[in-house]
């Protein structure tokens, strides 16, 4: 262990000929911390470029360090806005397009169910502030649980946002295009919405 100290510590930091010196420690102990450093840095490049060009699930893994810090209340005015736009639109579809007979949109409290008929079955999407996430139950795709990052909500199993899940999975129920991407906090960027289907 010894030998193995003195090789390490550069010459002029051994202010003695006693291993056992504390200089010396101290100075051995600032150069392994920066070779760590160094390690950890060319590890994390590797891991970078061997999936940068994987799934969206796997570059999402990779950033997931990068998730918006919204504080209570931005995160209170960001999701109200998402469930607010969401449910705009949803207004828009029913007056633009055939929707079944029991198509029916209600927004309350943080919470917005989209009944799309006996056939498609209910939409429930809603806030959940402690997690400070939106949690979406689709009768298709199941309970799913998305995250505000790079200002859209992302689901991290598939990296996929939910206004492109809305977007596909309507489509598909209405056999008709619509596109909920036109919303607030998309995968387009956090911008105001338009109306048009």
């Not at 806005?81 to 943080?110: H, K, M, N, R």
């Not at 939409?123 to 139950?137: A, E, F, T």
């Not at 689709?138 to 790079?150: H, I, M």
């Not at 960027?189 to 338009?194: D, K």
């Amino acid at each position: 262990m010894a030998f193995l100290l003195k090789r390490l510590i550069p010459k002029t930091t051994r202010q003695c000929s006693s291993i056992s010196c504390f200089r010396c420690f101290a100075g051995c102990k600032n150069i392994l911390h920066k070779q760590m450093v160094r390690v950890h840095q060319n590890i994390e490049s590797l891991t970078t470029r061997q999936t940068i060009h994987s799934t969206p699930a796997a570059y999402f893994k990779l950033h997931e360090n990068r998730k918006s810090q919204l504080s209570d209340f931005a995160y209170e005015q960001v999701a109200d806005e998402t469930l607010q736009q969401l449910a705009d639109y949803c207004d828009v579809i029913a007056e633009e397009i055939i929707t079944p007979e029991d198509f029916d949109v209600t927004l309350s409290s943080g919470v917005l169910s989209i009944n799309l008929g006996k056939t498609s079955g209910m939409y429930v999407i809603n806030k959940q502030s402690p997690n400070k996430q939106i949690w979406l139950s689709s009768p298709v795709s199941g309970p799913k649980r998305y995250d505000f990052t790079n200002g859209k909500w992302v689901y991290k199993h598939d990296g996929m946002d939910l206004h492109m899940l809305l977007t596909l999975e309507f489509s598909k129920a209405l056999q008709t295009a619509v596109d909920f991407t036109k919303c607030s906090y998309n995968y387009k960027g956090s911008g105001s919405s338009t109306t048009n289907v």
